[in-house]
């Protein structure tokens, strides 16, 4: 048997990985200085921010499938399943759902109003103070976001060589991810293709290679025994954060979000001509992310099966279990050198790529929102362009500074996750409040938003006290170390199915004490409906919009049939389209001439 306390010497990178990785830097560099240097001719705001609209099919659905790429798929993930089972499996189901929503309900207002920002949106259909509002909720999020998302590679690359060169190498990502936001959308859809084929080659490889010494089945039974395989989880606890209701609604709404209303998405949307071929674009994408999302799962149960019988972080040989797939692939890596390294580029790819999106919308944000409304009607594209590019470098500069200077951003890692749900929570609510129902109106918006700001903050603020003093705490499967010293897989295979069960019957169980032990994926879905809740009914309170004096194409197709088949509304147009009869006219001024003389008369 090992000891609890073992220390696992980590395994660095070999110089075929350094290569690997010096190439994945010379392809991301050739791309910067292709779009900076070379093909500089979209060089105006639209051809910034949506490639000149005449992009391919191909591109836009690579682009699409890159955007969920990040290192939370492919780091978080397989933990995620590790610990607490297959369940997340069922997010399929919702990401079906979802985009069949968003090419119904969503795509056709924007791709027919074409806005180069979403969030012009709302002052078309609701106010300005309500464009704001809901621009500056979207840039504070995604400015708290940003650090994070180079955060967990560099946790990651900590394993596989010294510190130091950890930061250096966050850095450098943030650098090119700079560097490839000025280069604009198309820029940023090259390295989500290159990003695409590294992070499918990163997850399958591994999964395949940790297979050959066990076999298929037997990792089946490892994950069987361990209670991993979870297909149906209707866990009514609301503070369990992976049951089925939680996977499917409450992720629904954070994805919509993302994928129908987000700054980024809508510009790879409207980037092709079409709508048709937009909603092509849609459906690849989701097949694509649905594979990588089960190979991100089969990943996750293979690591289990590797670690069912002696968990790494219980035999101290990793600090905690965000470092559990790069432990995995340092065992890996002694059997098939160079996995590793194939796998950590991947995770630069996908955090470059992500980190470059969320610049590229934070620049286009600030200055359709802020800054352009300021600017002289006579400003040229060209001026407009250069100062999107200063805005990617100050963003980049920003997040870079923060990486670099920050020792520990755990605290923070979790802060702004709970803050960008809340907001797309509320930004979701706020635009489906304005596209689906059409008497609503701007009091109805800005009485839903806030309150339903009030509401999450208020939740999200419970739910971090509640984990800071143990009222809410995040249970899994059971964890064991029986299997330690053990290198046969049936050994393990026995050892979990023996322990497994005592552990199970071990786990410590708490009622639900109070609404702050809500878990955090709840708060987009309550963000959302607490906006249409509340909006509606203050829209009808404070007097409905006058739909008449709108433009249609501010409501989905659903809507705007209603609306033409109301019969007031048809005949108010009829009566205003008549033309007027000749005769009538007459007649009437002729009633109107003897009444009058009769009033003279008397």
Not at 356 to 383: C, D, K, L, Y
């Given at each position: 048997m090992r000891n609890s306390t073992i220390q696992v010497s980590p395994l660095y990178f070999n110089v075929a990985e350094y290569c690997l990785f010096g190439i994945n830097l010379g392809v991301v560099i050739g791309i910067i200085l292709y779009f900076l240097f070379v093909n500089n001719k979209y060089n105006t705001v639209s051809g910034f921010l949506f490639g000149g609209k005449n992009m391919s099919i191909v591109s836009i659905s690579l682009?699409?499938?890159?955007?969920?790429?990040?290192?939370?798929?492919?780091?978080?993930?397989?933990?995620?399943?590790?610990?607490?089972?297959?369940?997340y499996w069922a997010s399929a189901l919702s990401l079906i759902f979802v985009t069949f929503l968003t090419a119904v309900i969503y795509l056709p207002v924007f791709h027919r109003l074409q806005l180069s920002s979403s969030f012009e949106y709302l002052e078309i259909r609701f106010s300005t103070h309500t464009r704001t509002v809901a621009a500056v909720l979207f840039v504070v999020s995604k400015l708290m976001l940003l650090p994070i998302v180079p955060y967990v590679p560099l946790l990651a690359f900590r394993l596989v060589t010294n510190p130091l060169a950890s930061r250096i190498t966050a850095v450098i990502c943030v650098a090119c991810s700079t560097l490839i936001a000025i280069g604009g959308l198309r820029a940023i859809i090259s390295i989500g293709i290159v990003t695409t084929f590294l992070a499918l080659a990163g997850t399958a490889l591994p999964s395949g290679l940790a297979l050959l010494p066990m076999g298929f089945k037997r990792m089946w039974e490892i994950s069987s025994h361990g209670s991993r395989l979870v297909f149906y989880d209707p866990d009514p606890e609301l503070a369990h954060h992976t049951s089925f209701f939680v996977v499917t609604l409450a992720l629904s709404t954070n994805w919509l979000w993302k994928i129908a209303l987000s700054q980024s998405s809508v510009q790879k949307l409207l980037a092709v001509p079409t709508i048709s071929k937009a909603r092509i674009c849609l459906a690849i994408s989701c097949v694509g992310i649905i594979l990588m999302k089960m190979l991100s799962c089969f990943l996750g149960l293979v690591i289990y099966a590797w670690f069912a019988g002696c968990d790494p972080l219980l035999t101290g040989q990793i600090k905690k279990h965000e470092q559990l797939v790069p432990h995995f692939l340092n065992h890996l890596s002694t059997m098939f050198p160079g996995i590793c390294g194939i796998f950590i580029i991947s995770i630069f790819s996908a955090t470059?790529?992500?980190?470059?999106?969320?610049?590229?919308?934070?620049?286009?944000?600030?200055?359709?929102?802020?800054?352009?409304?300021?600017?002289?009607?006579?400003?040229?594209?060209?001026?407009?362009c250069k100062i999107m590019k200063f805005l990617c470098i100050m963003v980049g500069l920003y997040c870079a500074c923060v990486v670099w200077l920050a020792r520990e951003l755990d605290r923070l890692q979790h802060v702004a996750s709970g803050v960008t749900g809340v907001t797309a929570g509320t930004l979701l609510g706020l635009f489906t409040l304005g596209i689906v129902f059409s008497r609503a109106n701007c009091s109805?918006?800005?009485?839903?938003?806030?309150?339903?700001?009030?509401?999450?903050?208020?939740?999200?603020?419970?739910?971090?006290?509640?984990?800071?003093?143990?009222?809410?705490?995040?249970?899994g499967k059971p964890l064991v170390t029986t299997g330690c010293g053990k290198a046969n897989f049936t050994h393990i295979l026995v050892n979990v199915t023996t322990v497994i069960p005592n552990a199970a019957r071990q786990l410590p169980t708490k009622p639900l004490q109070s609404l702050f032990r809500i878990s955090f994926t709840y708060c987009p879905f309550a963000g959302a409906v607490a906006v249409l809740l509340i909006g509606v009914p203050m829209s009808y309170l404070t007097g409905k919009s006058k739909v008449e004096s709108m433009n249609p194409d501010v409501f989905c197709p659903l809507t705007r049939s209603f609306l033409h088949k109301l019969p007031d509304r048809s005949a108010t147009v009829s009566l205003e389209l008549r033309p007027p009869n000749t005769q009538d006219v007459y007649m009437a001024l002729d009633e109107a001439l003897k009444h009058l003389k009769d009033v003279i008369d008397r």
């Open positions: 682009g699409l499938i890159a955007s969920h790429l990040t290192s939370i798929t492919l780091l978080g993930v397989p933990v995620e399943i590790y610990l607490r089972g297959t369940q470059t790529g992500c980190i470059a999106s969320i610049i590229n919308s934070i620049s286009g944000v600030v200055f359709e929102e802020f800054i352009r409304p300021w600017m002289p009607q006579s400003t040229n594209e060209q001026a407009c109805g918006a800005l009485s839903g938003c806030l309150l339903s700001l009030v509401l999450c903050g208020w939740l999200l603020i419970g739910a971090e006290n509640a984990l800071a003093t143990g009222a809410l705490t995040f249970q």
